[in-house]
């Protein structure tokens, strides 16, 4: 190993052993393990009587219900390759009255070889789905495999918001507006796209981006007081970021980035820029984050209103307690239970966490 991969090496190790000083575990929490045997539940919802819809990542929609999986038909062809599959899954607002159920998927439709993102609703009958609609898909295809972002949540107002990562190409697609990729999208819930967008007036626009400047968002949720849509989105080595999203914001990726190459190299001397966006956290080294909930609960007592995000890299759930919109200390709970991917506050008022190869179990503090 030369010097200069020897100088890396000693950086990260010790840039991660002070990381995870300030994010000691936390041992007053277990769970218990509701659904068993899936494989890599990327999203999940609760229905209204609370049994549970949940994304099988390799193309399956499971209905689970009194102990029992029933595998829901009528799906879109899925394009299952590298971090693309079928992806998150929420329900309409008013899904009582409409049975409206949107997800998000990476879609081999259109003329190039390979897939990107795409966003469908269909309506939930029995145990099939029907009117499927495509409302959005990203262009162009590519065969790259990662960064299809696709977290999916509706505001207060009923717009429909969804995340599409840069798909691999980080040079051209998040700072260009005439492009997919890198972006947060906004939309109707029939796919039409709002007129106060912030770049519907832009020549040759994708009209439907919301913000722009992000690599991979794959976590987003609204502030449970405050009501605006937070995000977090994968750096590369280091870099991880949580963002507020705000109409027509540029977040600066990859101008700007508290992250470096995998390979140790630099590919920005900046981590800031007038006109872009600081995040409101970062992490260094990475913890790949994936999936994002506030508790907004009595269960779990003075951590109610903490941010929760799970960790792939580092396999546990990061509790941030925040003081207005700083985090202000950080701690693992479910520390190396499996790579976290999905989380949710249930009816109920627990939070739900969907795990790689395990299932999706409920957070109790003791």
């Not at 840069?166 to 709002?194: A, C, H, L, M, S």
């Amino acid at each position: 190993m030369d010097l200069k991969n020897i100088l890396i090496t000693l950086i990260f190790t010790s840039t991660f052993a002070c990381a995870q000083d300030k994010n000691p575990t936390n041992t007053e929490n277990t769970h218990e393990v509701v659904v068993s045997e899936l494989s890599n539940p990327w999203g999940f919802t609760f229905l209204p009587d609370e049994s549970i819809l949940i994304t099988e990542k390799s193309g399956d929609l499971i209905h689970f219900k009194n102990g029992k999986k029933i595998t829901i038909s009528g799906l879109p062809e899925i394009y299952d390759r590298g971090q693309g599959g079928l992806l998150d899954v929420i329900l309409h607002p008013n899904f009582k009255e409409n049975n409206w159920i949107y997800l998000s998927y990476a879609s081999e439709s259109g003329g190039d070889s390979g897939g990107n993102t795409a966003i469908a609703r269909a309506q939930l009958k029995e145990h099939s789905l029907t009117n499927l609609e495509v409302l959005y898909k990203a262009t162009p295809n590519t065969t790259k495999g990662q960064h299809f972002g696709s977290r999916l949540i509706f505001d207060d107002d009923g717009y429909l918001y969804f995340t599409i990562g840069d798909r691999g190409n980080r040079d051209e697609n998040p700072q260009d507006i005439t492009r997919d990729g890198g972006k947060v999208y906004r939309i109707n819930d029939d796919g039409t796209i709002p007129q106060d967008n912030p770049f519907v007036n832009e020549p040759n626009a994708k009209t439907a981006i919301f913000s722009y400047g992000h690599r991979n968002p794959q976590g987003m949720s609204i502030h449970p007081k405050t009501r605006q849509i937070w995000t977090h989105e994968h750096g590369p080595r280091g870099g991880d970021e949580v963002n507020i999203i705000q109409p027509g914001k540029n977040y600066g990726w990859p101008i700007i980035s508290y992250g470096i190459n995998y390979s140790g190299t630099s590919f920005t001397d900046i981590t800031e820029k007038e006109g872009m966006e600081q995040p409101l956290h970062y992490w260094d080294p990475s913890i790949a984050p994936s999936g994002m909930a506030f508790i907004n609960s009595d269960k779990y007592g003075d951590w109610d209103g903490s941010l929760l995000v799970g960790s792939l890299k580092f396999q546990y759930l990061d509790k941030c307690t925040l003081k207005g919109d700083k985090v202000i200390k950080e701690e693992r709970l479910l520390d190396g239970l499996g790579r976290i991917r999905s989380i949710n506050q249930g009816p109920d008022g627990y939070i739900y966490v969907g795990v790689e190869n395990l299932g999706i179990v409920k957070l109790i503090r003791k």
